[in-house]
């Protein structure tokens, strides 16, 4: 069966870095555009970052732009996101999720586009 497995979340103070990793298995992967969602305590899930299927295109949501840098590795079935100039708001559980796409241009920004998720990783900011 299909698994995303997120790692590298954790504490980190404001200004610090960390980057995350999401293994897939279970599909062809480089038939999936992927992405990041966060979901943080009462409010619902958000789009962060996608990339296309061969990692041409990048999509960022605006907050995080100049700061996160999304990456991906065909060869490893492997995802990143690299998480800079961290901020406390950045505080939530982020999930990676896979898309699967005919175009190789275009990727999802909204989760419903997203066929599967990972289980999620804590990521906490303090001030």
């Known amino acids: 069966q299909v698994q995303l497995v997120e790692s590298g979340g954790g504490l980190v103070q404001a200004g610090g870095s960390l980057r995350l990793s999401c293994a897939a298995s279970g599909l062809s992967f480089s038939s999936y555009a992927m992405g990041w969602f966060r979901q943080a305590p009462g409010k619902e899930r958000e789009f962060v970052a996608a990339?296309?299927?061969?990692?041409?295109?990048?999509y960022y949501i605006d907050s995080v732009k100049g700061r996160f840098t999304i990456s991906r590795d065909n060869a490893k079935n492997t995802v990143y996101l690299q998480m800079s100039s961290l901020k406390p708001e950045d505080t939530a559980v982020y999930y990676c999720?896979?898309?699967?796409?005919?175009?190789?241009?275009?990727?999802?920004?909204?989760?419903?586009?997203?066929?599967?998720w990972g289980q999620g990783t804590q990521v906490t900011v303090s001030s």
């Open positions: 999720a896979a898309d699967w796409r005919m175009s190789t241009s275009v990727a999802g920004t909204r989760p419903g586009e997203y066929d599967y």
């Open positions: 990339v296309t299927r061969s990692g041409g295109n990048t």
